[in-house]
């Protein structure tokens, strides 16, 4: 049978939409990855050192390949991607990866996915963009939802959970930020190129500051930590970011990023299966209010 224009779209369509959830779930799994290398008492700062000696190699070779296949940048757009890349990848990785020494993976992972709500609010705050009533409503919805379960962490969690949940906030208004920023960038020169340049950026100030604040013995961990930040690296960084990619050039970015919503369902319930974090009616309902608010948002930028 030979294949019409319509069914060829529609598995173009089908294939882009699974490698948008399986790059959402992967890249969800950073937080459970985290979790499992900090059981073998590895802080923060040696934790994202291993992350991103493990990814430069890969992005490095994408750099490289840009630089010899596209125009040379001025020396205002290298500018512009260094601090891109202190901001959206070093300083959000860095404070996400502080905060989940203090709360869940689940709850994390729905602090960073409201990430689009505050590029809202603050586009209306600085750029004087106005949010329109069904936007607030989405937003309302999603504050709640996130509400909902911060309050059964902070009662089951410890007394660093407000702590933890910060640091989270922090890194994701840090991300929002770079996207903001990074709008005309990807338009002057392109998604890939950015990515890793700025990727590159970031694991030089990640490596730099571990060999700043830690003796070079702390390079000698457990076997199981190579592994976890190989995997972190690879599965958790690298493969993600790539897939996202290729999922937006195939569905769009409005589809894929409501793809991208079975990212907070699946860590709860990794967490569930590998951390043993407990799944109650308060967290699928603030999961599930989470992720209305933010399919609102998602299908009025669409």
């Excluded at 338009?187 to 003796?215: D, K």
Aim: net charge positive; glycine share 8%; charged share 10%.
């Amino acid at each position: 049978m030979i294949p019409t224009p319509e069914t060829t779209a529609r598995k173009t369509f089908l294939i882009g939409l699974a490698i948008a959830v399986v790059g959402a779930i992967l890249f969800s799994t950073k937080a459970i990855v985290a979790k499992l290398i900090y059981r073998y008492h590895v802080d923060a700062v040696t934790l994202i050192a291993f992350r991103m000696l493990f990814s430069l190699p890969f992005f490095l070779v994408i750099a490289f390949w840009k630089m010899r296949t596209e125009p040379a940048l001025s020396n205002a757009e290298r500018g512009r991607i260094v601090i891109l890349g202190l901001l959206g990848y070093y300083l959000s990785s860095f404070l996400d990866f502080l905060g989940l020494q203090y709360i869940s993976a689940g709850l994390e992972r729905l602090i960073l996915f409201l990430t689009p709500s505050f590029v809202l609010l603050i586009s209306a705050l600085f750029l004087k963009k106005k949010i329109t009533p069904v936007e607030w409503g989405a937003l309302l919805i999603s504050y709640v939802g996130m509400l909902l379960v911060f309050v059964h962490d902070a009662r089951t969690g410890g007394a660093n959970v407000l702590l933890g949940a910060s640091l989270v906030l922090g890194a994701a208004v840090s991300y929002s930020l770079y996207l903001l920023a990074s709008g005309e960038m990807v338009r002057r020169v392109g998604v890939l190129r950015l990515v890793s340049y700025a990727m590159c950026v970031s694991s030089a100030a990640c490596i730099g500051q571990f060999f700043l604040l830690r003796p070079v013995g702390m390079l000698v961990q457990p076997m199981e930590v190579y592994w976890l930040s190989l995997f972190n690296a690879f599965f958790c960084t690298v493969l993600p970011v790539l897939m996202t990619m290729i999922a937006v050039a195939r569905i769009g970015a409005g589809t894929a990023s409501q793809a991208g919503m079975v990212g907070p369902v699946s860590t709860l319930f990794l967490g569930a299966m590998i951390l043993d974090e407990p799944i109650t009616g308060f967290q699928l309902a603030g999961t599930g209010l989470v992720l209305a608010g933010i399919y609102l948002l998602s299908r009025k930028k669409a």
